[in-house]
């Protein structure tokens, strides 16, 4: 019997979408050009590929290198003089707030960060610019929640960044004029790849404190590994995001290094 959570993701986009291409394509086989069915056919073979729940489990298993600090258990030994946390997005609605405020996603990040600091207390540094020239920088969302909802002391923030890239380099400007090399960073396990990287090259001591581990649902498991579903197309756009900013940095490593 096939599980109901399998049967929606056969009803919606992109599994919808693949079969009604499908057919279509099937339909039109015999009077489409040589090329149009090529071109038909990889955009089909694309969609799918990035559709699936298998795709998810490799390109995490080959970006997700980064153990979890400790299990929570506040034991793992550190050299670090400082926690620094990573911007991710930004819910720039927050009407139920009456604010800009922190994204769930950046939540995951700030929620173990202000965990970190509760078991080391090390001074914490929020990264994250005003990409979308807001007003408002992601430094000063993040800096409001981990006071206001975590009550964990900020003791400086970057605004001026607006990728990983820039967060490495304006974090250097920032922490490193205060004598700290040493850092704990904490971002997502699927991005602490090309952070440990951009940042090691900043000149940093990086300990990875990775935070929310790619979790599959059971029933995508075997056979359902191969049915596309809306959840898959999403993580994989992030995680080929990432191996693409990864082959971009090594392309870039032998240029000038960036100075903010």
Not at 162 to 179: E, I, V
Request: with cysteine.
């Amino acid at each position: 019997m096939i599980p109901l959570y399998v049967l929606e993701n056969l009803l919606f986009p992109p599994a919808l979408s693949l079969l009604l291409t499908l057919l279509a394509w099937l339909s039109f086989n015999q009077g489409m050009t040589t090329t149009g069915r090529i071109l038909m056919t990889c955009g089909l073979l694309i969609l799918y590929i990035a559709s699936l729940p298998l795709t998810s489990r490799i390109l995490s298993h080959v970006l997700e290198v980064h153990p979890p600090l400790d299990g929570g258990h506040c034991t793992a030994p550190t050299q670090a003089q400082a926690i620094v946390v990573l911007a991710y997005n930004r819910d720039d609605d927050g009407r139920e707030y009456g604010r800009p405020t922190s994204s769930g996603e950046e939540m995951e990040r700030l929620r173990y960060a202000a965990h970190l600091y509760h078991c080391y207390r090390l001074p914490l540094f929020v990264i994250g610019g005003d990409a979308l020239q807001t007003g408002v920088t992601q430094a000063d969302l993040m800096r409001h929640t981990l006071e206001t909802y975590f009550h964990v002391p900020v003791a400086g923030g970057e605004g001026r960044s607006k990728h990983t890239w820039d967060n490495a380099a304006y974090a250097k400007t920032l922490l490193q004029s205060q004598g700290i090399q040493h850092i704990l960073l904490v971002t997502h396990a699927w991005h602490m790849a090309r952070a440990v990287l951009l940042f090691r090259d900043s000149g940093f001591s990086v300990q990875p404190a990775p935070t929310r581990f790619t979790a599959f649902n059971p029933i995508s498991r075997g056979i359902f590994a191969l049915i596309p579903a809306p959840e898959a197309l999403r993580h994989n756009k992030r995680l080929i995001h990432e191996l693409i900013g990864i082959g971009l940095h090594w392309l870039k490593k032998p240029q000038t290094p960036y100075q903010p």
